[in-house]
């Protein structure tokens, strides 16, 4: 999956996790493995647990964290193409509106 900063990217349900104070566990279902992530990467998952933008997502980071935008558009991309690698996020393809019928 290529992300941009235009995507819309959620947590799958082939994970479960938990918080370890201002860290993150996460157990990957598909593989079995688990994986950590510190502050900064915890924040991020926080940020996935529903539906967003990654530009939203590089946003909320840059105004949290002490990072340039280069740097943390490379970075968010880069944390977040690793997650949906190991299927532990998904693109949100629709846009996070339920149908409505």
Do not use: K
Not at 5 to 17: F, G, I, N
Not at 23 to 28: M, N, Q, S, T
Not at 79 to 99: M, P, Q, T, V
């Amino acid at each position: 999956m290529h992300l941009t900063l235009d995507s819309r990217v959620v947590v799958s349900d082939d994970q479960v996790h938990t918080s370890l104070g201002d860290e993150a566990v996460i157990l990957g279902l598909a593989d079995g493995v688990y994986y950590g992530l510190d502050a900064v990467g915890a924040r991020v998952w926080s940020l996935v647990a529903t539906p967003r933008r990654v530009s939203e997502i590089v946003a909320i980071v840059m105004d949290e964290f002490d990072v340039s935008a280069e740097r943390c558009q490379r970075d968010v991309l880069s944390l977040l193409g690793e997650l949906a690698e190991r299927r532990l996020i998904r693109e949100d393809s629709d846009g996070g509106h339920a149908a409505v019928s």
